[in-house]
């Protein structure tokens, strides 16, 4: 990849955090376990979206916003698969056209209209777009297939973050903090050597990938399923797919068998949807290809959920989001360090999406 820190920007102000969301991309909009027929209301991307399910089960996304007088629709009613406003009564079928109209002589403006969104469920997520209809590629949504799938075995999880979604891309992104905020919940440790690392950059992902051979592999990571002074090689690598979903990848193999899938692997799936410049929903899912039917491990990771991700990541996100406006108004920069590499070819990639957002 080349030298890494000859490229790294020695200082910048705190720009990431005001650069504009980002709408032509796929976002989590929620489980799909969490939508059913009764309206789910979330803020996503500073616009109020309504989810619900028609009677035949397809997932639904609406402005929930009447354009007639502004009520949220989410105060109505269903009428089968329609929704009626409970301010004036016009009905929208789940297209968003209007359908109905009970007032006065009767007839539907021609821009009385819900705005719908493209929404797509695959492997248990409702994903959605919510930029140009047009550009809404399947393609481009990070490979979830393990949920799914009888070789893997998931623990899902999501909260409320009060911060910018891009501090959790960037700590995510960061390995370094693991060795100090997640030391007591599940640090790598500080044994560790590394062999190889490098980044690997696409039109809009980014993989960094490291690698410590001969190694004993960290006992947080798989527990008593690596037996102690038994030494193999262990990757602990990153997928970051535009703009804010991502991928760990922690293995461990017999020595020259990384990452070809012989060894134990654990998936950390983290899908950060932004509801404003300063908050976000946090889905996450810890998936692994051993010990499938053990419901110690399932509660060991749901702990490490609530701990690392809930108490530690994000409470330093928010931490950090609550003194931005100090360090703008007194001009505080913030330095980087060789480790800040992925997040800065990131924040480099996430400028040029912004601009042509535009």
Not at 119 to 137: F, H, M, Q, S
Request: hydrophobic share 35%; glycine share 8%.
């Amino acid at each position: 990849m080349g030298n890494v820190d000859s490229n790294l920007e020695t200082a910048r102000l705190l720009r990431p955090y005001e650069r504009p969301l980002i709408r032509n991309a796929w976002y989590c909009a929620a489980w799909s376990h969490e939508v059913g027929e009764d309206f789910l209301t979330r803020r996503i991307l500073d616009m109020p979206v309504l989810l619900y399910r028609t009677s035949s089960g397809e997932a639904v996304a609406l402005l929930d916003i009447c354009p007639h007088k502004l009520a949220p629709m989410h105060q109505g009613s269903r009428v089968g698969d329609n929704i009626v406003c409970g301010y004036h009564g016009l009905e929208f079928d789940c297209s968003g056209a209007c359908v109905s109209n009970p007032q006065g002589n009767r007839e539907i403006p021609q821009a009385a209209r819900l705005r719908s969104f493209p929404l797509l469920e695959k492997w248990g997520v409702l994903w959605i777009w919510t930029g140009d209809p047009a550009r809404a590629d399947p393609a481009k949504i990070i490979d979830c297939s393990h949920f799914e799938s009888p070789q893997w075995r998931t623990v899902k999880g999501g909260h409320y973050v009060r911060s910018n979604y891009m501090l959790l891309v960037e700590n995510l992104l960061d390995l370094g903090h693991a060795l100090f905020l997640h030391k007591q919940t599940g640090g790598l440790g500080d044994n560790l050597v590394l062999s190889d690392h490098r980044i690997e950059q696409g039109e809009d992902t980014l993989r960094d990938l490291r690698l410590y051979r001969d190694t004993q592999p960290p006992a947080t990571v798989f527990g008593k399923y690596v037996p102690r002074g038994v030494r193999l090689d262990f990757n602990a690598d990153m997928l970051w797919v535009a703009p804010s979903m991502l991928r760990s990848h922690n293995g461990c193999s017999e020595s020259g068998h990384a990452r070809d899938g012989s060894g134990l692997s654990l998936y950390g799936t983290h899908l950060l949807t932004p509801e404003t410049q300063h908050s976000m929903h946090y889905f996450y899912g810890t998936s692994r290809n051993y010990a499938l039917d053990d419901p110690e491990i399932d509660e060991a990771y749901r702990r490490f959920q609530r701990d690392a991700l809930h108490k530690e990541d994000s409470m330093v996100a928010e931490s950090i989001d609550a003194v931005l406006a100090d360090t703008m108004d007194l001009g505080v920069r913030m330095v980087t360090l060789s480790t800040d590499a992925s997040g800065i070819r990131v924040n480099r990639m996430l400028d040029r999406m912004a601009e042509a957002d535009r």
